[in-house]
């Protein structure tokens, strides 16, 4: 038992990665291939089955006991079926009985990717050690998943936590998901990159017009850029704080590319939580960058099934 092995996969409308991981969180083997985005639902599955393929051709593969997948989302985990926005080919695809057909039966659990990544921040990362966290990726869209009571609450469909579409803004702009004013809709890299264009800013000789350049603008002084950054960091301070009164976090955990900005984001998020969060029981509300990085929707996976999908054996199993 003490060399069980999961494969994870991380399906994501750029990639899908593949790895062996060890009940310590290490990655033995990785695979990665293109998502074939544009095209059909099969074509799609097809470099899904390339990565398992390629993971099943490793020696280690022999003492693979399961597949977890974290999936861009729309999941179904009840159904086993998979919507993801930014792959059009796949709506309501039986991803977890085609996956389970490709490795001989082995048990398949599914999770949307910010449950994963909230499963990878609890297990190894800024949200260890926290019974009661919430967990962000703020980047081209704005995702999320809680722990609650010490176990990952991925809830019936595995979407809960899903921050980024909370109204911040009753009467805001027109989201992409039907409402209005949404977290994501304000302080993703695309709304923030597009904010600072609307206001004046320019990118600079090489063209880069992306929420990083904002960034890094607004590091250098840039008032519009900060301003952009500012905007943002309020609306997930509502949207953070909101969370919180509702079901008492303890930590806000902020991973994904805009993240990266650092205290670009971070100084403003912390000021305006003070706005938001004034409750007694929120006001201690720690804010911390993520840890996992670029290997948290693999972690994630890999912990949903070896950790059970709610971390029931985190207990006992976690190292
Ligand atoms: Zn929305």
Not at 279 to 306: E, H, I, W, Y
């Amino acid at each position: 038992m003490h060399n069980d092995l999961v494969a994870a996969l991380d399906i994501g409308g750029t990639k899908i990665a593949g790895a062996l991981v060890d009940g310590s969180g290490r990655i033995l083997v990785r695979a990665q291939r293109p998502t074939p985005a544009r095209e059909d639902g099969e074509t799609v599955m097809r470099a899904v089955a390339s990565v398992l393929g390629e993971l099943c051709a490793s020696p280690s593969w022999l003492h693979v006991t399961a597949v977890g997948i974290g999936s861009a989302g729309p999941v179904d985990a009840h159904a086993g079926t998979v919507s993801p926005v930014n792959v059009p080919g796949w709506r309501g695809y039986p991803l977890v009985d085609r996956v389970r057909a490709a490795t001989g039966g082995l048990p398949v659990e599914l999770v949307g990717d910010g449950v994963a990544m909230t499963a990878a921040e609890h297990w190894q990362g800024a949200a260890r050690g926290y019974d009661d966290a919430l967990c962000m990726v703020v980047s081209t869209g704005v995702g999320g998943g809680l722990v609650l009571g010490g176990r990952l609450h991925p809830g019936p469909t595995g979407n809960a936590g899903h921050i980024g579409h909370i109204s911040v803004d009753l009467d805001g702009d027109l989201c992409p998901c039907g409402a209005r004013g949404c977290v994501e809709r304000i302080a993703s890299g695309p709304n923030i990159a597009r904010r600072a264009i609307e206001g004046g800013w320019r990118p600079g000789p090489d063209g880069d017009g992306s929420a990083a350049a904002v960034a890094a603008a607004a590091a250098a002084g840039d008032r519009v850029a900060i301003a952009s950054f500012e905007r943002a960091a309020q609306a997930l301070a509502a949207g953070i704080a909101a969370t919180a009164t509702l079901v008492e976090i303890r930590i806000a955990v902020i991973g994904g590319g805009v993240a990266g900005a650092g205290e670009v984001l971070f100084a403003p998020l912390r000021r305006a939580l003070r706005d938001y969060a004034t409750l007694s029981f929120v006001r201690d509300l720690v804010v911390a960058p993520a840890m996992t990085g670029t290997d948290a929707g693999l972690l994630g996976a890999a912990a949903a099934v070896s950790r059970g999908p709610r971390g029931e054996a985190a207990a006992t199993a976690a190292g």
